[in-house]
């Protein structure tokens, strides 16, 4: 079965980063595309970055550009979020997975605070 487990989540405060990590199993890992999500109570999940099987494409959302950077390692069946200069509105949990698959794991939570 396919199983994605991420990690890495935490309290920041405003301009500070954190780093996320999705350790993925169960699948072939290095032909499938993989992407970032994150959502908060009442809102809509939104997928805030993008990534091709051979990592050399990536896109992000609006609301992250400039400040997120999604990577790959597929020797590792690992995913990578960047996050810098976070703000306040990047509060929620932060899932990985592949959009052909939509297999969910935990989550990871990140507050950034004020």
């Known amino acids: 079965q396919v199983q994605l487990v991420e990690s890495g989540g935490g309290l920041v405060q405003v301009g500070g980063s954190l780093r996320l990590s999705c350790t993925a199993s169960g699948f072939a890992f290095n032909r499938f595309a993989m992407a970032w999500y994150r959502q908060t109570p009442g809102k809509e999940r939104e997928r805030v970055a993008f990534i091709l099987p051979a990592g050399v494409n990536s896109n992000y959302a609006d609301s992250v550009k400039g400040r997120f950077t999604i990577s790959r390692d597929n020797a590792k069946n690992t995913v990578t979020l960047q996050m810098n200069s976070l703000i306040p509105e990047d509060t929620a949990v932060y899932y990985c997975?592949?959009?052909?698959?939509?297999?969910w794991g935990q989550g990871t939570q990140v507050v950034v605070s004020s």
């Open positions: 997975n592949a959009p052909s698959l939509s297999v």
